[in-house]
């Protein structure tokens, strides 16, 4: 059974940092293309980062130079760090693994960012 649990969101002040992770279990984790998407109140959900299993990253263009993913293949744990956060980055931010046609989801830590 495929579980990936976020961890590390909560409130913090604008211009503040949060290091959110994603443990992943049941899954050849190092396979798998990890992603950090989220969805704020009355939005869509949007991707927010996206590592390749070799560490080739790419973001979200208004993300760029705030935002940082990682992955340690040995924990099967993918980070995100975020720094100089902005109200605007409120929102449920969600953990996927995607191999070719199959992915998985968590359930989400939300973010706060109070201005």
């Known amino acids: 059974q495929v579980q990936l649990v976020e961890s590390g969101g909560g409130l913090v002040q604008a211009g503040g940092s949060l290091r959110l992770s994603c443990a992943a279990s049941?899954?050849?984790?190092?396979?798998?293309?990890m992603a950090w998407y989220r969805q704020a109140p009355g939005k869509q959900r949007e991707l927010v980062a996206r590592i390749s299993p070799g560490g080739y990253t790419n973001y979200a263009d208004s993300l760029k130079g705030r935002f940082t993913i990682s992955r340690d293949n040995a924990k099967n744990t993918v980070y995100l760090q975020m720094n100089m956060l902005q109200p605007e980055d409120t929102g449920v931010y969600y953990c996927?693994?995607?191999?070719?046609?199959?992915?998985?989801w968590g359930k989400g830590t939300l973010v706060t960012v109070s201005s």
């Open positions: 049941g899954l050849t984790f190092g396979s798998y293309y």
């Open positions: 996927a693994a995607v191999r070719v046609a199959t992915e998985y």
